[in-house]
């Protein structure tokens, strides 16, 4: 009996491989890291074929480790890392994609703003140095053959993984929402976008739904994965809409927030207010929904530098000692502010200059006084950022995802600071892996409809709850008043020099 969907989720870690079961549960979940090159002007590249290796050696695992069968398997689809330009070009078979984070594309971005000054009320973005749309441009100034002989560019390293698997060239509106050539509205390519730069509209990828079945398991594939031939593939979609719906997030104003490397906090909407600035807009798996998303550059990368810096050297679990020290201080860190922005910020600030700083120093700061001080500076940055964006005061409770959320401390400090109950959901790390199996659910015909799936076995999943210390909360609101200073006082310090 066909009983799983096979998901594969192609983060910038790792290419992550689940099977979800008609009960939502999950078995096979295997993980191959994959390496990122940094390059000496910026580049920040990883190579396909790498993420179609993990995927192979996953499958292997299915096969030979657990006994899976292939026939138990009912369809294949896919999640990852989107804003990338991957080509598909066996002329270039080894070209390395250009990952999101590859933000060297300054002056084509300001290019095309130029061209385009109100883009924005079209694509519900304005063109950033990272976006696809001046990757492209950069590519046809300085690899002109190479775009000639490409037959696509796909955006995602699941466009990739389909591909592989189908031959067929497709992406998803959550993924072509971050290219700055789809239009959000219409969820159609705006082939203007490509004629006024020169680039061929027929190389863009076909645009379809999460749902949609784009193609079938390859012969050739067949023989590297062991998947059988003719296995239903489906389009799938990039991981910010994959997450809002392992999160349940299928309504207006559902919010969530994710603390990982970096993070950010999603929430869904019908229609797009794009007056913010610095906020992302992009296409939900449900149609006429959207995920506004704020982003903080700042957030697990500064606690792993706080966990590199001040937990004791002489212990194999580092973050475990960090707790340690964070759980022993006062709430308030006995007066010791930080600023989290150590990597600069693009939101709530937009400013790449932006420093981290400690505030409030005395012959009796403690080292666990520092370390707290840091955690509560990271979540202070979300309080200031959920403010901008929700009313906090109108949720039940807020749903946390990602790395940051394994530890209870910083979720109980989250909890406080924002006085409003956090939620854990139990299989956090497979959420957007979880959350993509949803369309597959109603394709399969396992269920009607998206809410009747997160009905089912989402709203109610397990998760661990931290609810808010109003006495810690009052006192966190008075602290939280000179935390706001901090930034703009500091910005007259260096904008001076
Ligand atoms: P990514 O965003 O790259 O997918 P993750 O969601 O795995 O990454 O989050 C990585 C972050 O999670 C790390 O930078 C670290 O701050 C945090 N983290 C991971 N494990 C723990 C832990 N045991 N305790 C506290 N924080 C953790």
Not at 19 to 40: F, K
Not at 431 to 438: F, K
């Amino acid at each position: 009996m066909k009983k799983y969907i096979a998901v594969f989720d192609i983060g910038t870690t790792a290419v992550k491989g689940v099977l979800i079961d008609q009960q939502a549960r999950i078995t096979g979940e295997y993980g191959v890291n994959v390496d990122t090159y940094y390059g000496e002007n910026g580049e920040v590249e990883q190579n396909p074929a790498d993420w179609w290796e993990g995927m192979k050696e996953i499958t292997q695992k299915w096969w030979s480790e657990l006994n899976m069968e292939a026939e138990q398997v009912a369809a294949i689809t896919f999640t990852g890392q989107m804003e990338d330009v991957i080509l598909i070009s066996p002329a270039y078979p080894s070209q390395r994609a250009m990952l999101y984070s590859d933000n060297r594309f300054e002056q084509e971005a300001a290019y095309i703003m130029e061209r385009f000054p109100n883009i924005q009320a079209e694509t519900g973005n304005i063109i950033r140095p990272s976006t696809p749309l001046a990757k492209l441009l950069w590519m046809k100034n300085n690899k002109e053959k190479m775009m000639e002989k490409t037959q696509c560019f796909v955006f995602s390293s699941k466009d990739f993984g389909i591909y592989k698997l189908t031959n067929t060239c497709v992406t998803d509106p959550t993924t072509a929402a971050t290219t700055g050539i789809m239009n959000l509205h219409t969820r159609a390519w705006i082939p203007e976008m490509m004629e006024t730069f020169g680039f061929d509209p027929n190389k863009l990828p076909k645009l379809r739904g999460s749902e949609e079945i784009v193609g079938y398991v390859s012969a050739s594939a067949m023989e590297e994965t062991g998947f059988l031939q003719n296995t239903p593939v489906l389009c799938g979609s990039g991981d910010a809409g994959a997450t809002a719906m392992g999160a349940a997030a299928v309504h207006q104003g559902d919010t969530y927030f994710y603390l990982g490397t970096t993070g950010w906090t999603a929430m869904v909407q019908e229609n797009v207010n794009s007056n913010i600035q610095g906020m992302f807009h992009l296409a939900h798996i449900v149609p006429h929904l959207t995920i506004s998303i704020a982003p903080l550059l700042n957030a697990g990368n500064v606690h792993k530098w706080a966990v590199d810096t001040f937990a004791s050297e002489d212990t194999d679990d580092k973050n475990s000692a960090f707790e340690e020290l964070v759980k022993n201080a006062s709430v308030g860190s006995n007066g010791i502010f930080f600023l989290p922005y150590i990597h600069g910020e693009r939101f709530p600030v937009q400013d790449a200059d932006a420093k981290g700083a400690f505030w409030g120093i005395g012959p009796k700061t403690s080292k666990k006084d520092m370390a707290r001080a840091v955690m509560e500076g990271i979540c202070f940055s979300y309080k200031q950022l959920m403010e901008l964006i929700i009313d906090a005061g109108d949720k039940d409770f807020l749903t946390l995802m990602g790395g940051g959320s394994k530890s209870a401390t910083w979720c109980q400090i989250l909890a406080d600071i924002i006085g409003v109950q956090v939620r854990v959901p139990a299989d956090s790390e497979y959420m957007p892996a979880l959350g993509i199996s949803v369309p597959a659910f109603i394709q399969l015909g396992w269920a009607d409809h998206y809410q009747a799936v997160l009905e089912r076995f989402f709203i109610t999943a397990e998760a661990k709850t931290y609810e808010p210390n109003m006495l810690h909360h009052e006192l966190y609101e008075e602290i939280y008043e000179t935390y706001l200073k901090m930034y703009p006082s500091l910005k007259r310090i260096y904008e001076r020099r």
